[in-house]
């Protein structure tokens, strides 16, 4: 690492990077490549970073935080409202099963993280990114397919729980039922992203590909869930013999665990479609990034198959629960360390020398793919939270009263 004697335009320090071998504005972190410019212990590889999330350069990459992992456009400031809604929607769930309203469980655990995740689009100026027509389609495809995959296979699901593992026909049985129905569903929650990518795909972002992942695979669960559990909406508004146990799981896994774990996948896999390899990198290791997003979200989906055996199999409500959150967990890491490559490693905006404030850390840094102050992505905000800043950047007032 040495330090450049040279000075830019205005007499901003410059370093050499060491893995980019440019000079850079002086900082912490490189403003083409993200990477550390001061070498410490413990930085680890500088391909991975693990040391500074790109979406919220003030958390480690495997702190386990929802909020910044699954509402990544936003900025620090802007997060509190979300953490509180998630606490609502917990407690909601929780009030929902302690007074065995079985109406309004299904209610807040099909429709609660869907609703949170529009309101985050809209908050995020997600929506001016992405066409009207394109979210609205996404999500419609969604109900869509979620509606028709359970009008088709309600039936086998229902008879898989009435039969016990066994040997010959029955575990046969159990197995395309237990297996067959939640991989088939998983996959079929993939198709909005997958046929919007194909006929409207607009900018190629990483997060815009997330954001069109998730949305139509938490409308498919959320779909899902409403339809295979409405008949219960007949037992009343209190279901008084029905064990309180039974509820909590429920909660837990249709409210929690399968939304959460739903969110990830279709955010890996559009996330994966719609990364973009910067023209300099386009012949080293090309498809890494892809191939890792898209290897992490079929991990999550093959797991998530074997949990319908777990559903099917005479094992305790309890340890069902246990195994999806589990599940969920994993899934909510692996979403965060692979939108974490994809900024780190996608195609950036064109670089501009003038100043811009950063919506993380409040500094004014050049108008870079990265903060050198606190190495947040450009990517990681809106193109409208761009386009806004650029128009709007900040002036130099000197002593005198002088622009």
Not at 143 to 163: C, H, P, Q
Not at 183 to 212: K, S, T, Y
Not at 372 to 398: M, Y
Request: neutral net charge; contains cysteine; proline residues 6%.
């Amino acid at each position: 690492m040495s330090t450049d004697d040279t000075t830019t335009d205005d007499d901003r320090p410059t370093m050499e990077c060491s893995v980019c071998q440019t000079d850079v504005p002086a900082g912490e972190f490189c403003g083409l490549c993200g990477c550390h410019l001061k070498e410490q212990p413990g930085n680890g590889p500088e391909w991975l970073r693990w040391r500074a999330f790109s979406a919220s350069p003030g958390e480690n990459l495997f702190t386990p935080n929802i909020v910044s992992s699954l509402f990544p456009h936003l900025a620090s400031g802007s997060r509190t409202p979300f953490l509180l809604g998630l606490c609502l929607l917990l407690a909601a769930l929780v009030a929902a099963t302690v007074f065995r309203l079985p109406g309004a469980l299904i209610t807040v655990a099909a429709l609660g993280l869907p609703l949170l995740f529009l309101i985050y689009l809209q908050e995020a100026d997600v929506y001016r990114d992405i066409p009207s027509a394109t979210l609205v389609g996404t999500a419609a495809l969604g109900i869509g397919i979620g509606v028709g995959w359970v009008l088709l296979t309600g039936e086998m699901v229902s008879n898989a729980y009435d039969v016990p593992l066994g040997a010959g026909v029955a575990a046969a049985r159990v197995l395309r039922d237990g297996l067959g129905v939640p991989l088939g569903g998983m996959l079929l929650m993939l198709a909005p992203a997958v046929i919007v990518r194909l006929v409207r795909p607009g900018g190629r972002e990483a997060l815009d590909g997330f954001a069109i992942g998730a949305l139509g695979a938490l409308m498919c669960t959320g779909a899902a869930t409403l339809t295979r559990l409405a008949p219960q909406f007949k037992t009343g508004m209190v279901a008084k013999a029905r064990p309180i146990d039974g509820l909590m799981v429920e909660a837990g896994i249709r409210g929690i665990a399968v939304p959460l774990t739903a969110a990830c996948v279709g955010g890996l896999i559009g996330a994966a479609l719609w990364f973009t390899r910067p023209a300099n990198k386009k012949h080293q290791h090309r498809n890494f990034v892809r191939l890792t997003l898209f290897l992490m979200g079929i991990a999550v989906m093959a797991i998530y198959a074997a949990l319908g055996l777990v559903d099917v199999a005479q094992v305790s409500q309890f340890v069902q629960l246990a195994v999806h959150l589990a599940v969920a967990a994993v899934a909510l890491l692996l979403l965060r360390v692979g939108l974490h490559l994809a900024l780190l490693h996608e195609q950036h905006d064109e670089i501009f020398d003038e100043p811009i404030q950063c919506p993380h850390c409040g500094h004014v840094i050049p108008d870079m793919a990265f903060c050198p102050a606190c190495g947040a992505a450009t990517h990681a905000a809106s193109r409208s939270s761009r386009s806004a800043r650029r128009e709007a950047r900040p002036v130099r007032i000197e002593p005198d009263g002088a622009t």
